[in-house]
């Protein structure tokens, strides 16, 4: 039982201080940034951004822990130093034990010698006076139990001589002796075995501090260490990420730049096609009005007027009646922009959007007169497009089967085809999903198509 103690008291010791249970917060390195857009990669950059400072915090409290559990350990040091010493102490006292066990065991050969000489000549006096005929004596010998009775036997006192008497008295004495030494040598053995059991005990409390002190340090020190590298991933990921942001930004503007060279270009070549096309109408009119002036026909100078109508240039056309409803087919509404239940899993319980009920192929119209900012995939959002109608107003439109003859950096009117209704990525039909983003930020897309 106190060996159990003691056990128990270092374990208690050793597990004084215990380490919280901090979750390990893994970073998300399955990225494909050519699978998504700016926006999305911002979103996970700032939700790096928030785990890397739940991994900073985490550090800071595992250092401070650490710095505690130091303390802990030192003043398990002095436990395990008072500890050794006991140990020293009772390995001494057993030692001096088992030395003076070990004379006391001399002592008893010693004894056991003595008593068995001692007995070796009563058994030569009871012969002889066997032999002599002297057998009161042998009698009352062989009636007794124990020596020390012959003394009080008077009546086989005066039977046997002071000779006799003197050898039964040595012998008796002798047999107390051995008996005294048996009793103390086995007093000493066991307070022997006693210190043993007391000694192991400290060891074994010993041990299991030792090893719980070690125990502590590694696991502080992985933990840490695996900290440091969770806020260097993270680190690394947002920097990753700030450079495909800037490099998608960069081919943005190159396309738009390229986009916008294209169209002067066109402008300059509709304006030159005009230009000549305008002197060829004022030739072809000079030359109808000379022929007019010639023939003096009044009708000829009629036609020569609706000639003059007919080439007239148009003028370039602009939706002016607001934005246009994306999908001609349907106008159910299976999800409306806000709070919701996830339809799906991986699914948002936060809808940015609202979803239209259509079957898969129908087509998907331009929201209003814009730029394709580019079409690209994602495993959630599946085939999508995004259109930039310029004032930072984009839209966004998504679970898509295929697109229309629109790319990245082609100008598109409202109403143009530029995609079809599909089913693709996380969803629970077919339908389309679309957004409208305001500088940088969802609204409600009832608001402008509704």
């Known amino acids: 039982m106190r060996k159990f103690k003691r056990v128990l008291t270092a ?159 040595d012998l008796i004495a002798i047999s107390k002796e051995v008996s005294k030494k048996e009793k103390q040598l086995q007093k000493e053995l066991n307070e022997v075995e006693k210190v043993k059991e007391d000694t192991e005990a400290e060891q074994d409390a010993l041990k299991i501090m030792q090893e719980g002190k070690r125990d502590k ?27 495909e942001i800037e490099r998608l930004e960069e081919e943005y503007r ?37 022929e007019n002036e010639n023939s003096g026909s009044t009708e000829e100078s009629n036609n020569n007027e609706e000639e003059e109508e007919k080439y007239k240039e148009p003028e370039p056309s602009y939706n002016e009646s607001g934005f246009v409803w994306p999908v001609p087919a349907s106008h159910h509404i ?21 979803d239209i009920g259509v079957s898969i192929g129908n087509s998907v119209v331009a929201i209003a007169d814009g730029t394709v900012m580019y079409t690209s995939y994602s495993s959630a959002r599946g085939y999508y497009i995004r259109v930039d109608h310029g004032g930072g107003l984009t839209s966004l439109y998504q679970h898509l089967s295929g697109y229309g003859n629109y790319g990245a950096g082609d100008s598109v009117s409202a109403g143009d085809t530029i995609a079809y209704s599909g089913m693709t990525g996380i969803c629970a039909g077919p339908h389309l999903h679309i957004e409208i983003w305001v500088n940088g930020t969802p609204v409600n897309p009832l608001n402008y198509i509704g």
């Open 11 to 169: 374990c208690i010791l050793a597990s004084a201080f215990v380490i919280p249970s901090i979750p390990s917060i893994a970073p998300d390195t399955s990225v494909v940034y050519a699978d998504e857009s700016i926006d999305e990669i911002k979103e996970k950059n700032a939700e790096r951004e928030k785990k890397k400072k739940e991994a900073e915090n985490k550090l800071a409290n595992l250092e401070s822990e650490a710095d505690d559990i130091r303390g802990v350990i030192s003043e398990l040091d002095e436990e395990i130093n008072q500890y050794q010493g006991t140990i020293d102490d009772l390995t001494a006292k057993r030692n001096a034990l088992q030395a003076k066990a070990s004379i006391t065991k001399s002592e008893l050969q010693i004894a056991l010698i003595a008593k068995e000489n001692q007995y070796d000549r009563m058994k030569e006096r009871i012969a002889y006076s066997y032999e002599n005929g002297d057998i009161h004596i042998m009698d009352a010998l062989i009636a007794l139990d124990d020596f020390s009775n012959v003394i009080n036997q008077s009546e086989y006192v005066e039977q046997v001589s002071d000779y006799d008497q003197k050898q039964l008295t």
């Open 217 to 243: 340090l590694n696991e502080y020190g992985s933990l840490i260490s695996d900290t440091e590298g969770e806020i260097s991933e993270y680190d690394a990921l947002i920097e990753e990420g700030n450079a």
């Open 334 to 354: 299976t999800s409306y922009f806000g709070n919701r239940t996830a339809p799906v899993a991986g699914a948002t319980t936060y809808h940015q959007a609202i």
């Open 254 to 290: 190159r396309k738009q730049e390229e986009a916008k060279r294209r169209a002067e270009e066109r402008r300059k070549q509709a304006e030159e096609e005009a230009r000549r096309k305008r002197e060829q109408e004022q030739e072809n009119r000079q030359q109808e009005q000379n």
